[in-house]
């Protein structure tokens, strides 16, 4: 297969892509061979990995679900994937149509098929941006001009934290973010977490140490502590399964897998 007309011609497709091999865990077609030859390796050491990352993509759409039935009506999606079922506009806009999305990521082939596909939704904006400097998020005019950080706004860390090494000091990152979160709005995080799969941790660890971004595995102590300080909607710091299961399936799932691959939580400013 050639190179997809969606990527933009100086980006490298040889090595493998953290946001391509997600959309392959998902079962997306948006993935080259390098990704899925790398996805395949993570799964040979580490079959939940596939059941783990749709458990995570499902958490995302609940938790956007619940904060837009709440009532919030921005997110500041940071780390924002390739698009595919339930984006998060797509949750949101079922709820409440007037809520504003922008989504933000690093990844110039993620932001270019984003664009492609998402570019012409109502209220949504797309943002080049890196989460390891908290400022260029924030500061970006387009994040500027479209949200108001005076008003109940949710800003989701969901499934990047991960990508963050300690050397880039994950927890003064996400704790600027809280900073500016408003009394009522939400951080909403999830992370992969080592301590399922202690004896996979190392072999994972190094099929992505050879993809475009290293990943990091923390224990729940260092994942709840990106929650400090804030409220912690029911039911707390929890596998993804099992944060507010609310179909058939999702509670069968979340009865069945009760090991923490990724664990999750959402936390309000107050
Ligand atoms: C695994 S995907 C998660 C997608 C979505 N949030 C979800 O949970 O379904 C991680 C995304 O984070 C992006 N990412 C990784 N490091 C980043 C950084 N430092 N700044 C911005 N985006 C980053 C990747 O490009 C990728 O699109």
Redesign the pocket.
């Known amino acids: 297969m050639g190179d997809p007309a969606w990527a933009p011609s100086s980006v490298d497709l040889r090595t493998p ?3 391509r091999m ?1 959309d392959y865990y998902l079962g997306g077609k948006d993935n080259l061979a390098p990704d899925r030859a790398a996805a395949e390796k993570a799964l040979e050491i580490a079959p939940e990995i596939r059941l783990a ?1 749709r458990q ?2 499902a958490f ?1 759409g609940r938790s956007v679900r619940y904060l837009a039935e709440a009532g919030v009506r921005q997110f500041l ?6 698009p ?1 079922q339930s984006n998060v506009h797509e949750v949101a806009h079922n709820a409440a149509p007037d809520a504003r999305v922008v989504y ?4 110039p082939v ?1 932001l270019a098929h984003g664009r492609a596909i998402l570019g012409g939704a109502k209220h949504v904006h797309i943002v080049q ?4 400097r908290p400022e260029e998020v924030l500061d970006s005019p387009e994040v500027r001009a479209r949200l108001d950080f005076e008003r109940p706004i949710a800003i ?1 860390l ?3 934290v991960h ?2 090494k300690d050397t880039d000091g994950p927890e003064e990152i996400v704790a600027r973010f809280r900073e500016v979160l408003p009394a009522g709005g939400y951080l909403v995080l ?1 992370h992969v977490c080592g301590d399922a799969l202690p004896r996979s941790v190392p072999g994972v660890t190094e099929v992505y140490k050879h993809s ?2 290293p990943i990091v595995a923390r224990s729940p102590d260092r994942i709840a502590d990106f929650f400090s300080g804030l409220e912690l909607i029911d039911p707390g710091v929890v596998n993804v399964a099992q944060w507010r299961p609310d179909s058939a399936e999702s509670k069968r799932i979340a009865e069945k897998y009760q090991r923490p691959y990724f664990l999750a939580g959402v936390g309000r400013k107050m």
């Open positions: 892509n953290v946001a997600y990352a995570n993509r995302l999606d940071v780390g924002t994937g390739l595919t933000v990521d690093n990844d993620v941006a890196d989460l390891r989701l969901v499934a990047i990508f963050l999830s475009s971004t």
